[in-house]
């Protein structure tokens, strides 16, 4: 997740467990071959066989509307060690240029296969190619039509966030959309929206059917969730983190920013405050902390505070 979702805490989400694989923010192709250090800043995992430390595969992912160029960068991030590609037809962003990228292709079914095809023609056939939909632009009109194209361009698997671009991140995602196009197709199929919970992946697996996951805001709402999934899934049970590691998990993330060359206090304490803000969403004590330190300009009161949340 863009902004969200980096090789930290990447790091720290699939320590806690239940991941089989993770994915990397998009590299945004225009239309140009990339340099390596695009790649290995955006994926600094290249360097460490395309895993979190913790060992999960890390997927590299593209975003980009031009199947020569999409291809040349797969082909060069294959180069530079990534495990696995996926495709981004999801993201919602606004491109003006004919090179445009993500949900915007959704209109063009065509379109989608040819890049597909591109970049599965130029990775090697052992390494996983995917791509990730939402179920259209505007209406679901093209959502089965965009699936197969995926399908027929000789995807690994396809992820389907069950919304469309003009639905945003609006709840709740359209879970039955995600069995009809899982019938319709042979590769698997991978559910994505709206699983922030236990609760909602349950209602999800029965309304879609569907054997796979993949968490986008739930990974950062519920630390644990994945963990707490995969638990159900193998008939185990797991104990949900209590407050006070997720705290210890924050203070982490904060330390591994800081390590960062260059990095501003600014910036940690901005993303310190992002992630509280989704925790507050599951921990009232979140919601509490973040009502003490969202005006707080200084790292160092903010730190101390979340050493406060560490005894409790
Ligand atoms: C801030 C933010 C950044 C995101 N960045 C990406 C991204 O880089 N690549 C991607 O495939 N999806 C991205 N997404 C979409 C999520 O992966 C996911 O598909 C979507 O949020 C729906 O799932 P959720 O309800 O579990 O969050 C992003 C979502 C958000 C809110």
Redesign the pocket.
């Known amino acids: 997740?863009?902004?969200?979702?980096d090789h930290h805490m990447r790091h720290l989400l699939t320590r806690i467990g239940g991941y089989d694989h993770c994915?990397?923010?998009?590299v945004r192709i225009s239309d140009q071959l990339l340099p390596p250090v695009v790649f290995h800043r955006i994926c600094p995992e290249l360097t460490h066989e395309s895993q979190t430390k913790s060992g999960t595969p890390v997927t590299l992912?593209l975003?980009g509307g031009e199947p020569d160029v999409m291809a040349e960068n797969a082909q060069r991030a294959i180069e530079l060690g990534a495990a696995a590609i996926?495709i981004?037809f999801?993201?919602p962003s606004r491109f003006t240029n004919s090179k445009a990228g993500g949900a915007i292709l959704l209109k063009e079914p065509e379109r989608i296969y040819s890049i597909t095809a591109a970049v599965r023609r130029a990775v090697p056939d052992e390494i996983s190619v995917s791509a990730?939909i939402?179920l259209g632009y505007e209406t679901t009109d093209l959502a089965m039509e965009n699936a197969r194209a995926v399908e027929a361009a000789n995807a690994s698997f396809i992820?389907v966030?069950a919304?469309t671009k003009v639905d945003g991140?609006h709840y709740p995602?359209r879970w039955e959309w995600l069995g009809k196009i899982n019938d319709a197709l042979a590769i698997p199929l991978i559910a994505?929206?709206?699983?922030?919970s236990v609760d909602e992946f349950l209602r999800c697996r029965e309304m879609s059917n569907c054997e796979d996951f993949?968490?986008?805001?739930?990974?950062v709402i519920q630390p644990d969730l994945a963990r707490q999934i995969s638990a159900i899934q193998s008939n185990n049970a797991v104990e949900p983190m209590l407050w006070h590691e997720i705290v210890a998990v924050i203070i982490e993330m904060t330390k591994l920013m800081q390590t960062q060359p260059a990095m501003q206090d600014k910036k940690v304490l901005g993303r310190i405050k992002q992630w509280l803000a989704y925790l507050k969403r599951h921990y009232p004590e979140a919601a509490l902390l973040f009502g003490e330190i969202r005006g707080m300009k200084q790292l160092s009161p903010v730190d101390a505070l979340l050493r406060g949340n560490l005894g409790h």
Request: aromatic share 6%; net charge neutral; hydrophobic share 35%.
């Open positions: 997740m863009e902004g969200v979702i994915v990397t923010e998009f992912q975003l996926d981004n999801g993201c990730k939402r992820t966030h919304r991140y995602a994505n929206g709206d699983i922030h993949m968490l986008g805001r739930g990974a």
